[in-house]
């Protein structure tokens, strides 16, 4: 919501600064707003990996939904505080006559720093995925047993619920259509505030109005309230799955199914 609308004040102030080309404050905030909108949606997307992680299995990341969430939105709040100082210094600078390049050069180094935590999240969430579809959790040493005969149970690696997998679905594409929007914003500032980039509407139009306005659409259809935390969005993984999973520890830790047949019964004592 917080990204729409950011969004709806950028574009309002990019009309309102065609109809006024010599009007500053327009131009500044349709510039700052659109830099700044897509980093409320990146902070959305980071929380709702964390959640598909929790309702999956925590096991088979690298680390736990927690920690993940509070990392990426961390460095996302980051990048937008860096963004908006950049912003500000390129606004003071224009109305001051001087050169705003320093300040856009702020919001430059903003952008790929949040470039950066978005690739560090598709990288993590590949890695979880590719793990939870070959049955391959993540071992940390402080919580292996010395003892293999003592390891707790281990579940089984359930199917993905459905509503999950429509969730991912969305996380993805607006994951890569926000890729795309944040190196086109890279590249446009980096040419400068009078390069032909950042005067090229079509462009614009294609390669940052266009990507957001797709991501936000598919968020809306993909709903994440509705498939995460809806009524049949289901419970977090780690009881559903000793609910409905059970398995026995067998030998050195290796999880094998409960047998009745097999198990051992306690030998009663003959007295003589």
Request: glycine letters at 8%.
């Amino acid at each position: 919501m917080l990204c729409a609308l950011t969004e709806v004040i950028g574009w309002g102030a990019r009309y309102w600064s065609s109809q006024d080309y010599v009007k500053l404050d327009a131009f500044l905030m349709e510039i700052c707003c659109t830099v700044l909108a897509p980093s409320f949606l990146a902070a959305g997307l980071f929380f709702v990996l964390g959640v598909i992680i929790n309702r999956l299995d925590p096991r088979y990341a690298r680390f736990s939904p927690k920690v993940f969430s509070s990392v990426f939105i961390g460095c996302d709040l980051i990048a937008l505080v860096i963004q908006a100082v950049g912003g500000a210094g390129a606004s003071i600078s224009f109305k001051g006559g001087g050169d705003p390049n320093k300040g856009a050069k702020i919001m430059v180094g903003g952008i790929i720093f949040q470039i950066v935590a978005i690739t560090l999240y598709a990288i993590t969430a590949l890695e979880f995925s590719i793990r939870y579809h070959f049955d391959k959790p993540v071992v940390r040493r402080n919580q292996v047993a010395q003892d293999t005969e003592k390891q707790p149970p281990r579940a089984s690696r359930p199917p993905v619920p459905r509503n999950i997998k429509y969730m991912s679905y969305g996380l993805i594409l607006s994951t890569i259509l926000l890729y795309i929007r944040s190196i086109y914003r890279t590249i446009e500032l980096l040419d400068g505030w009078t390069g032909p980039i950042i005067h090229n509407q079509a462009l614009f139009d294609w390669m940052d109005a266009f990507p957001i306005c797709l991501a936000l659409f598919a968020l809306n259809i993909l709903n994440p309230g509705r498939l995460l935390f809806g009524r049949n969005a289901g419970q977090p993984a780690s009881q559903q799955q000793l609910n409905e999973y059970p398995i026995q520890t067998g030998r050195l830790g290796v999880d094998s199914p409960v047998d009745d047949s097999t198990m051992a019964t306690p030998r009663r004592s003959i007295s003589k």
